[in-house]
């Protein structure tokens, strides 16, 4: 077995308990997308490959905590760890854990390497398009949340309740992540998603109402 | 107030508690949509926004029984009493129970009259499109269920598990809602409707394997 799928097997066990947005299979869309941007970017597909198995190990630990563990910094620490163990040498570890470091949306760290900045964004575009509408949906299901609120003033509307729709995930979130993107490529996907989510969006309004 | 605004009240009142995908907002939606099939196929539309506004009432009967008590027969039954004691004739009340108990999919009464099929029509029309993708999300969210579960034997995976995903919803149900319209203008709607979904489904598909 190579080193990469002893990572994916690590990575794997420590996901099994990680339910809703960032599943085991988050990570798997991840991987997908961030060898695409990789390649187009020329950035070093091993490293990147290590990092998206890894980015989200500590998602359980932070969930945990109540949100006190920031599972960019403790996943990074994570792993070094499991890294070491599988011989990875000093430098590579460091490359790796750069890209987990520094893959959260309000993070600290800001991406240095193209990586890092790989990863940043293959994270991140899973959350919009197709896959973030539906992303959005299911959370809104798993807190008992209505379909909509329309009309519903976005800004003062709660997260976790009923209130926390998929459209206030869009307004709120979603429709920011394109000018979030670090990479050409991903910033080029990113808008095309961006688009997409646009017109479900509009489409939805218009559905509730009858008028399509 | 006029009757339609005391039927208004009463049915959502006995509906507060409806949460998910069949409450209130729900039968706000089938009313709006009903409205406007009643007016393009000639529908009494008085009859129609009354059997609009009750068609669910007992969706909560049909819960909390397991599923024993038919939600169409019973909501008919309930809505006979309520129109009743608003003073509403035995003809009237005769055309807007039919119009209820007529409204299932899996229905043993089949809708006679235009008014009965455009609520029929308006009903299944909110469990397609934009709204039809949401719904699905959102119950498969309630269920603890996945994002996807592509590649998957359609016919194997089971219902009301982390198995029974919107793309399930999908595959089973909701593409085949077109071909059970009762009236032209509710088959325009549902096609076009149709053609979302199926773009929105082949869309997640190719974003999920990080191709889109």
Redesign the interface.
Known sequence: MDSLEKIRQQAQKIMTDS?GSH?W?HTQ?VF??A??LAEKEGADTGIVKAAALLHDVARGAEDASGGRVCHAEKGAEMSREILKSLGYDGVQIEKIAHCIEAHRFRNSKEPQTTEAKVIFD?DKLDSI???G??????????V?????NKGADIEKTKPYTEEDT?YREYMVKLRKVKDRMLTDEGKR?AE??HD?MVK??E??DK??????
Request: glycine fraction near 12%.
């Open positions: 339910k599943d299979e869309r997908a997308m060898v695409r293959a398009g197709a896959v509408i539906g992303r959005a949906f299911l959370f809104a299901g798993e008992g949340a209505r379909l909509h998929a996907i095309e998603r997409f479900f969006f489409r939805l559905e509730v109402d009858g008028k399509l």
